[in-house]
């Protein structure tokens, strides 16, 4: 699988690679103890980058996802 980008939001890595699937993408997120691995279509990275970022900051800092 070919990363497509890296990137840290605080001290989680967070590595975002293509997947045999078209037009979905895996994103893969590590803390140095905790990994999260989960894909998003190519549509929802691309324009809903942000709210990822902040549910992932949530799930690993263990606040509810609820709004």
Known sequence: ?????SYK???IEVTIS???KQNKLL???????FKSEFTVSQ????NYRR???QRISR???GESDED
Not at 27 to 33: K, N, R
Not at 43 to 46: A, G, H, L, R, S
């Open 1 to 5: 699988m070919k990363e497509i980008e």
């Open 9 to 11: 939001l605080g001290k």
């Open 18 to 20: 293509e997947t045999d």
């Open 27 to 33: 994103v893969h997120c590590f803390d140095g103890e």
């Open 43 to 46: 549509y929802e990275y691309e």
């Open 51 to 53: 709210l990822m970022n």
């Open 59 to 61: 799930a690993f800092s």
